[in-house]
T-cell receptor, first 110, second 113 residues
């Protein structure tokens, strides 16, 4: 039962362009959403979060958008840099648990 | 991430042996979470602990798996009589308070041969 879905397993973007990573969820009880970035052989690193009462949160080059009616979350990275190449996980919280998507591998091409 | 320390980084066990995975949370963090990542899958919640208490173990298999977070020392995830299907990356995370963003450790990669 995958309550959080990342339907694109991979994405390639040219350096300097915008990267858009998408995430869909099914549980309307989720009240807090996060994006994590993961490099090989390392644990996930927190990137940015958004509460369900907001529809946008921005932190530098990273912006997260939440569309509650569509149950859709997206992460925008602009401009994309080669160091952004990693696997990105979205996560959603209800109760004690965070539910994670399966990840999108982003490759930023120099 | 130097904050949450997991060891060992890699663990190889034969079928039927026990695996012990350790997690030291970040300083000041009293909430510990264990997640498992199977190949080609996302992170799956296993258990949430506070000092000396298991708060939520709904994601942990009922048999062979146990977790503890003693008053002193690291949190331990124990897998008894390991089977090949237990091979995965096990991540520990900690937070200063409930439902706050996690900080993850680098994981323990368990291989059962």
């Amino acid at each position: 039962d995958q309550q959080v879905k990342q339907n694109s397993p991979s994405l390639s973007v040219q350096e300097g362009r915008i990267s858009i990573l998408n995430c869909d969820y099914t549980n309307s009880m989720f009240d807090y959403f996060l994006w994590y970035k993961k490099y090989p052989a390392e644990g996930p690193t927190f990137l940015i979060s958004i509460s369900s009462i907001k529809d946008k949160n921005e932190d530098g080059r990273f912006t997260v958008f939440l569309n509650k009616s569509a149950k859709h979350l997206s992460l925008h990275i602009v401009p994309s840099q080669p160091g952004d190449s990693a696997v990105y996980f979205c996560a959603a919280r209800t109760g004690n648990q965070f539910y994670f998507g399966t990840g999108t591998s982003l490759t930023v091409i120099p | 991430n130097a904050g949450v320390m997991q060891n060992p980084r890699h663990l190889v066990r034969r079928r039927g042996q026990e695996a012990r995975l350790r997690c030291s949370p970040m300083k000041g963090h009293s909430h510990v979470y264990w997640y498992r990542q199977l190949p080609e899958e996302g992170l799956k919640f296993m258990v949430y602990l506070q000092k000396e208490n298991i708060i939520d173990e709904s994601g942990m298999p009922k048999e062979r798996f146990s977790a503890e977070f003693p008053k002193e020392g690291p949190s331990i995830l124990r897998i008894q009589q390991v089977v090949r299907g237990d091979s995965a990356a096990y991540f520990c995370a900690s937070s200063p308070e409930i439902n706050y963003g996690y900080t993850f450790g680098s994981g323990t990669r368990l291989t059962v041969v």
